[in-house]
C-alpha cells in the first residue's frame, strides 16, 4: 500500500523539516498549512524538484469543515491516509497565568488539542488497516512552563492523554500512536511568544548546551512512523537536549 502522510502545520519549522524527510522517505507527502501559502508552497516545491509526491492544503485544523476537507483532498490525490503528524501548534506572548485571557486561553486548546482530537477522528474513519500517528507535543507538558505560557503546557498536556488512550484504543487495529516532546528548537515559534532569542538565551541551562533543529525532530518522528518502530505505541520521545 502507498504511504500517505497529512503534516499538519507542513509548511514551516518542525512541520516543514518532517515534510522534507518523509517525502525524501517515499511518502506522498499532504502539507497543511493556515495562513502561509508561500511558506508551504517553497517545501513543495523542492520536494517536486527532487521527484517526490506532495500537495498543499489550506485548512485551520481546529475546524471540522476544514478538517474533513484536508482529508478528502489528501484521499482524492493519493489514495488513502495511512499517516498522521499532528504538528500544528500556537503560542502567544509569554505571561503569567493571571494575564492569560479566556479568548486566548481556548485559541490556544483549540489550535493544539481540538486540531489532533478532529485530524485523528478523520483518521481513524479514513485508515484501512495498518497506519501511525505521530502527535507534537513539548517539553512543556512536563515543566508546565510557569510564567511563560501555562496555556500551551496545558494544551501539551491534554495531547500526551490523548496520545496514551488513543494508543490503547487502536492497538488492535495495528494503528501506533506515539508522541514527540521537544524543547528548544530553532523556529519562528519563539518569536510568536515574544523572544525570537529565547532558544540563545536559555541554551547554557541545556546539558546539550545548544538548542535543536527541526530536522533532529523530523528524525525523530520519522522512526515513530516507521515500521523499525512496529512495536512502539503509546510512547513518548524526548528531544530536548537532555532537559
Ligand atoms: P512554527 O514554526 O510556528 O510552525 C507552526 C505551524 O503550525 C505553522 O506551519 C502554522 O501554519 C501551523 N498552524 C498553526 N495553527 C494552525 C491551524 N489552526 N491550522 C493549521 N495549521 C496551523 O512552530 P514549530 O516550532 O515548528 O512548532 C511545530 C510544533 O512543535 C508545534 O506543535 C509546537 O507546539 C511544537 N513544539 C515546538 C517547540 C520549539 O521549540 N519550536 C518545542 C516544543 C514543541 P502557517 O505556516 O500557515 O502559519
Known amino acids: 500500500m ?5 503534516v499538519t502545520g507542513g509548511g514551516r519549522g518542525i512541520g516543514a523539516a518532517t515534510s522534507a524527510l518523509l517525502a525524501a522517505k517515499g511518502y506522498a507527502v499532504c502539507i497543511n498549512y493556515l495562513k502561509n501559502s508561500a511558506a508551504a508552497e517553497s517545501v513543495a516545491a523542492s520536494i517536486h524538484e527532487a521527484g517526490g509526491n506532495v500537495l498543499t492544503f489550506q485548512a485551520d485544523v481546529s475546524v471540522e469543515s476544514d478538517v474533513e476537507g484536508l482529508f478528502k483532498a489528501a484521499h482524492k490525490a493519493f489514495g488513502p491516509v495511512t499517516h498522521l503528524v499532528n504538528n500544528a501548534g500556537v503560542l502567544f506572548t509569554q505571561s503569567e497565568l493571571a494575564d492569560i485571557s479566556l479568548e486566548r486561553f481556548q485559541k490556544v486548546m483549540n489550535a493544539n488539542v481540538t486540531s489532533a482530537f478532529l485530524c485523528s477522528k478523520a483518521f481513524i474513519n479514513q485508515a484501512k488497516g495498518v497506519g501511525a500517528i505521530v502527535n507534537v507535543s513539548s517539553g512543556a507538558a512536563r515543566t508546565g512552563s510557569p510564567f511563560e505560557y501555562i496555556d500551551y503546557a496545558s494544551s501539551k498536556g491534554a495531547m500526551d492523554s490523548m496520545t496514551k488512550g488513543l494508543s490503547i484504543e487502536l492497538a488492535a487495529r495495528n494503528i501506533r500512536v506515539n508522541g514527540v516532546r521537544p524543547g528548544f528548537i530553532h523556529t519562528d515559534m519563539h518569536a510568536d511568544g515574544g523572544e525570537p532569542g529565547r532558544v540563545e538565551r536559555l541554551a547554557p541551562q541545556i546539558p546539550l548546551k545548544r538548542g ?9 518522528i520519522a522512526w ?3 515500521d523499525e518502530a512496529s512495536y512502539v505505541t503509546g510512547s513518548f520521545i524526548d528531544i530536548a537536549g537532555g532537559r
Open 212 to 220: 535543536g533543529t527541526p530536522e533532529e525532530v523530523a528524525q525523530a
Open 2 to 6: 502507498n504511504k500517505v502522510v497529512v
Open 224 to 226: 515513530l512512523l516507521s
